[in-house]
T-cell receptor, first 114, second 114 residues
Protein backbone atom coordinates (compact mmCIF):
# COMPACT_ATOMS: atom_id res chain seq x y z
CA UNK A 1 0.00 0.00 0.00
CA UNK A 2 1.41 3.38 -0.95
CA UNK A 3 2.23 5.74 1.89
CA UNK A 4 1.33 9.37 2.35
CA UNK A 5 2.63 11.46 -0.53
CA UNK A 6 3.34 15.16 -0.45
CA UNK A 7 4.07 17.48 -3.34
CA UNK A 8 6.21 19.30 -3.98
CA UNK A 9 9.08 18.08 -1.81
CA UNK A 10 10.93 21.39 -1.94
CA UNK A 11 9.80 24.95 -2.54
CA UNK A 12 11.54 28.29 -2.57
CA UNK A 13 9.39 31.41 -2.38
CA UNK A 14 9.92 35.06 -1.59
CA UNK A 15 8.23 37.14 1.09
CA UNK A 16 4.72 38.22 0.25
CA UNK A 17 4.04 35.35 -2.14
CA UNK A 18 1.57 32.58 -1.46
CA UNK A 19 2.06 28.83 -1.65
CA UNK A 20 -0.09 25.71 -1.91
CA UNK A 21 1.06 22.33 -0.64
CA UNK A 22 -0.61 19.06 -1.49
CA UNK A 23 -1.08 15.83 0.42
CA UNK A 24 -2.47 12.48 -0.72
CA UNK A 25 -3.33 10.19 2.20
CA UNK A 26 -2.96 6.44 2.36
CA UNK A 27 -5.74 4.77 0.40
CA UNK A 28 -8.81 4.41 2.60
CA UNK A 29 -7.68 6.95 5.16
CA UNK A 30 -10.18 9.74 5.66
CA UNK A 31 -8.50 11.96 8.23
CA UNK A 32 -5.66 14.30 7.27
CA UNK A 33 -3.64 16.51 9.61
CA UNK A 34 -0.92 19.07 8.95
CA UNK A 35 2.05 19.96 11.12
CA UNK A 36 4.80 22.54 10.90
CA UNK A 37 8.32 21.59 11.99
CA UNK A 38 10.95 24.23 12.71
CA UNK A 39 14.21 24.07 14.70
CA UNK A 40 12.95 26.71 17.13
CA UNK A 41 9.34 25.68 17.73
CA UNK A 42 9.56 21.97 17.01
CA UNK A 43 6.48 20.15 15.72
CA UNK A 44 3.29 22.18 15.89
CA UNK A 45 -0.21 21.17 14.85
CA UNK A 46 -1.76 23.26 12.09
CA UNK A 47 -5.16 21.70 11.34
CA UNK A 48 -7.06 18.48 10.87
CA UNK A 49 -9.66 17.51 8.29
CA UNK A 50 -12.18 14.71 8.15
CA UNK A 51 -14.92 14.29 5.56
CA UNK A 52 -14.01 17.65 4.02
CA UNK A 53 -14.58 19.43 7.36
CA UNK A 54 -11.96 21.11 9.50
CA UNK A 55 -12.24 19.56 12.97
CA UNK A 56 -9.33 21.18 14.74
CA UNK A 57 -7.11 24.16 14.17
CA UNK A 58 -3.85 25.00 15.87
CA UNK A 59 -2.66 28.38 17.01
CA UNK A 60 -1.61 29.82 13.66
CA UNK A 61 -2.65 33.06 11.95
CA UNK A 62 -5.39 33.16 9.36
CA UNK A 63 -2.76 33.25 6.59
CA UNK A 64 -2.63 29.48 7.04
CA UNK A 65 -5.62 27.70 5.58
CA UNK A 66 -6.47 24.30 4.24
CA UNK A 67 -9.11 22.16 2.69
CA UNK A 68 -9.94 18.55 2.01
CA UNK A 69 -11.49 17.14 -1.10
CA UNK A 70 -14.06 14.37 -1.47
CA UNK A 71 -11.29 11.84 -2.26
CA UNK A 72 -9.63 12.78 1.07
CA UNK A 73 -6.71 14.56 -0.59
CA UNK A 74 -5.83 17.77 1.18
CA UNK A 75 -4.15 21.05 0.40
CA UNK A 76 -2.82 23.76 2.65
CA UNK A 77 -2.24 27.32 1.62
CA UNK A 78 -0.08 30.00 3.14
CA UNK A 79 -0.67 33.53 1.93
CA UNK A 80 1.59 36.58 2.30
CA UNK A 81 4.61 34.49 3.17
CA UNK A 82 6.95 35.63 5.93
CA UNK A 83 10.54 34.55 6.58
CA UNK A 84 9.36 32.73 9.69
CA UNK A 85 7.19 30.45 7.57
CA UNK A 86 10.30 28.61 6.41
CA UNK A 87 9.79 25.10 7.73
CA UNK A 88 9.18 21.46 6.96
CA UNK A 89 5.43 20.96 6.51
CA UNK A 90 4.30 17.45 7.33
CA UNK A 91 1.03 15.83 6.42
CA UNK A 92 -0.31 12.82 8.27
CA UNK A 93 -3.25 10.56 7.56
CA UNK A 94 -5.25 8.15 9.67
CA UNK A 95 -8.19 5.88 9.07
CA UNK A 96 -10.44 7.88 11.37
CA UNK A 97 -9.96 10.98 13.51
CA UNK A 98 -9.85 9.21 16.86
CA UNK A 99 -7.09 9.71 19.47
CA UNK A 100 -6.15 6.03 19.34
CA UNK A 101 -5.89 5.99 15.56
CA UNK A 102 -2.30 5.97 14.37
CA UNK A 103 -1.24 8.84 12.16
CA UNK A 104 1.12 8.03 9.30
CA UNK A 105 3.33 10.81 8.09
CA UNK A 106 4.50 11.79 4.65
CA UNK A 107 8.07 12.87 3.84
CA UNK A 108 7.17 16.54 4.10
CA UNK A 109 7.49 19.64 1.96
CA UNK A 110 10.44 21.84 2.80
CA UNK A 111 9.49 25.47 2.27
CA UNK A 112 12.16 28.15 2.16
CA UNK A 113 11.06 31.77 2.20
CA UNK A 114 13.66 34.30 1.02
CA UNK B 1 -3.19 22.39 28.12
CA UNK B 2 -1.47 19.18 27.10
CA UNK B 3 2.31 19.00 27.00
CA UNK B 4 5.13 16.49 26.50
CA UNK B 5 8.61 16.82 27.94
CA UNK B 6 11.53 14.73 26.75
CA UNK B 7 15.14 14.65 27.74
CA UNK B 8 17.29 16.95 25.68
CA UNK B 9 19.91 15.49 23.43
CA UNK B 10 22.03 14.68 21.83
CA UNK B 11 22.42 11.28 23.39
CA UNK B 12 25.62 9.62 22.24
CA UNK B 13 26.07 5.89 22.77
CA UNK B 14 28.36 3.15 21.58
CA UNK B 15 26.93 0.29 19.58
CA UNK B 16 25.26 -2.38 21.75
CA UNK B 17 24.76 0.03 24.66
CA UNK B 18 21.44 0.29 26.52
CA UNK B 19 19.19 3.19 25.58
CA UNK B 20 16.70 5.12 27.68
CA UNK B 21 15.00 8.30 26.49
CA UNK B 22 12.78 9.83 29.14
CA UNK B 23 9.33 11.20 28.32
CA UNK B 24 6.76 12.67 30.70
CA UNK B 25 3.43 14.21 29.85
CA UNK B 26 0.63 16.41 31.11
CA UNK B 27 -2.84 15.82 29.77
CA UNK B 28 -6.33 16.94 30.70
CA UNK B 29 -8.01 13.77 29.45
CA UNK B 30 -6.96 10.17 28.83
CA UNK B 31 -4.18 10.26 26.26
CA UNK B 32 -2.80 7.73 23.87
CA UNK B 33 0.99 7.84 23.78
CA UNK B 34 3.33 7.46 20.84
CA UNK B 35 6.98 7.34 19.93
CA UNK B 36 7.91 8.51 16.44
CA UNK B 37 11.35 8.42 14.82
CA UNK B 38 12.70 10.78 12.18
CA UNK B 39 15.69 9.87 10.03
CA UNK B 40 17.63 12.64 8.27
CA UNK B 41 15.67 14.20 5.42
CA UNK B 42 12.57 12.14 6.08
CA UNK B 43 9.16 12.46 7.71
CA UNK B 44 8.10 10.80 10.94
CA UNK B 45 7.70 7.06 11.29
CA UNK B 46 5.62 5.51 14.04
CA UNK B 47 7.86 3.43 16.29
CA UNK B 48 5.34 2.24 18.88
CA UNK B 49 2.23 3.29 20.75
CA UNK B 50 0.16 2.56 23.86
CA UNK B 51 -3.45 3.55 24.33
CA UNK B 52 -4.12 2.87 28.01
CA UNK B 53 -2.37 2.68 31.34
CA UNK B 54 0.10 -0.23 31.81
CA UNK B 55 0.10 -1.01 28.08
CA UNK B 56 3.52 -1.79 26.68
CA UNK B 57 4.28 -0.81 23.11
CA UNK B 58 7.13 -2.56 21.34
CA UNK B 59 8.71 -2.64 17.90
CA UNK B 60 12.16 -3.39 16.43
CA UNK B 61 13.61 -4.01 19.91
CA UNK B 62 12.27 -0.73 21.31
CA UNK B 63 9.83 -0.75 24.22
CA UNK B 64 7.87 1.79 26.24
CA UNK B 65 5.33 1.30 29.03
CA UNK B 66 2.44 3.68 29.69
CA UNK B 67 2.79 4.64 33.36
CA UNK B 68 -0.19 6.68 34.47
CA UNK B 69 1.00 7.02 38.07
CA UNK B 70 4.20 8.74 36.98
CA UNK B 71 2.74 10.21 33.73
CA UNK B 72 5.65 8.74 31.83
CA UNK B 73 6.35 6.80 28.64
CA UNK B 74 10.09 6.21 28.59
CA UNK B 75 11.64 4.63 25.49
CA UNK B 76 14.14 1.77 25.98
CA UNK B 77 16.23 -0.52 23.84
CA UNK B 78 18.58 -3.15 25.13
CA UNK B 79 21.25 -2.93 22.45
CA UNK B 80 21.40 -0.01 20.02
CA UNK B 81 22.84 -0.14 16.51
CA UNK B 82 24.40 2.54 14.34
CA UNK B 83 21.26 2.41 12.21
CA UNK B 84 19.21 3.63 15.21
CA UNK B 85 20.81 7.05 14.91
CA UNK B 86 17.89 9.43 14.43
CA UNK B 87 15.67 11.92 16.24
CA UNK B 88 13.03 10.42 18.50
CA UNK B 89 9.78 12.20 19.36
CA UNK B 90 7.38 11.37 22.15
CA UNK B 91 3.79 12.45 21.48
CA UNK B 92 0.30 12.23 22.89
CA UNK B 93 -3.20 12.35 21.53
CA UNK B 94 -5.81 13.29 24.08
CA UNK B 95 -9.31 11.84 24.24
CA UNK B 96 -10.36 15.20 25.61
CA UNK B 97 -9.74 16.79 22.22
CA UNK B 98 -11.96 16.35 19.23
CA UNK B 99 -10.05 14.46 16.62
CA UNK B 100 -6.52 13.14 16.90
CA UNK B 101 -4.27 16.16 17.21
CA UNK B 102 -0.79 15.12 18.31
CA UNK B 103 1.17 17.10 20.88
CA UNK B 104 4.91 16.46 20.52
CA UNK B 105 7.90 16.71 22.76
CA UNK B 106 10.94 18.60 21.56
CA UNK B 107 12.70 15.52 20.20
CA UNK B 108 15.87 13.73 21.30
CA UNK B 109 18.71 13.18 18.87
CA UNK B 110 20.41 9.81 19.27
CA UNK B 111 23.88 9.23 17.86
CA UNK B 112 25.26 5.69 17.95
CA UNK B 113 28.98 5.22 17.31
CA UNK B 114 30.47 1.97 16.00
Amino acid sequence: KAGVTQTPRYLIKTRGQQVTLSCSPISGHRSVSWYQQTPGQGLQFLFEYFSETQRNKGNFPGRFSGRQFSNSRSEMNVSTLELGDSALYLCASSLLPGPTDTQYFGPGTRLTVL
Amino acid sequence: GDSVTQMEGPVTLSEEAFLTINCTYTATGYPSLFWYVQYPGEGLQLLLKATKADDKGSNKGFEATYRKETTSFHLEKGSVQVSDSAVYFCALSDLGNAGNMLTFGGGTRLMVKP
